[in-house]
């Protein structure tokens, strides 16, 4: 199998240390392997995400001396696609309408690293017919019926990662309880959930292997749920150790303090940013 894996940042602040580490280490991993490394952009959250960080990732992850072998990917050009997709699956019995307020479905719609709590969504609107969908709907995935669809099938993934190592297989109810009906798009606003879209782009660029921090481990679950609904691959998954600040906190985007730019700007070397994610 050829090993092709992605660095897939969210612009919606600078690259810190954190970031830093899971590029160097999908890179460093796809170079190993003979393999292709490339770099997509979360940017689905159109208020949140903005050109200037962009610019300053990719300048930032150049001057690291990572080199992407396809042009860079970015969500936000594909989202009438992935609507499309979504839609096509809409009357089969898995996916209901959705009005609970915009904030609660904005929360649940962000990309879940960048330090937005996730919350398992109560229920509210499940059982409403796809008929009942009013204009500015979310749709969410009802996961008890897909899995219901899905009870023949091999829930399994592979994870290469320190922490979970080995073969597993999704568990319903701890998808249950700790994922539940996730929201996959919101209508009128053309966007699409990280999860969906990520599966979509995963599957479309060819990712082997998803190589990502150990936060988003739980998140797996559903994605492989979502690749068996709409007939999608299942790559291998390495969920990697967190940089942690002196307080033992994961690092996020706020974090400025940690952000490649001000080591840079103190003149550290590329060799010292390794150095110091333990590389
Ligand atoms: N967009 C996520 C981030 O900013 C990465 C999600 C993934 O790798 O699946 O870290």
Redesign the pocket.
Known sequence: MAFVT?????P?GPLHL??AY?AILAHDMARKAGGRFLL?M?DTDLDRCKPVFETQIVDDLTWLGLVWDSPVHHQSQHIADYNIRLEAIANKGFIYPCSCTRSDIRAALA????GVQFSVYPGTCRGRPMASRLPGDALRLDLAAALHALRDADLNFTETGPTHHGQHTVNPAEATARIGDVVLSRKGEDIVA?FLA?AFD?ADQGISH????ED?FD?TAI?VILQHLFGLPTPVYHHHRLIRDHQGKRLA?RDDARAIGKYRAEGASPADIRRMVGL
Request: glycine share 8%; hydrophobic share 25%.
């Open positions: 992605r660095f897939a940042p969210s919606t954190g970031h899971s997509r979360e990309a879940p690293q960048e990280y990520s995963d998803v190589i990502r921090g988003l998140f994605q985007k």
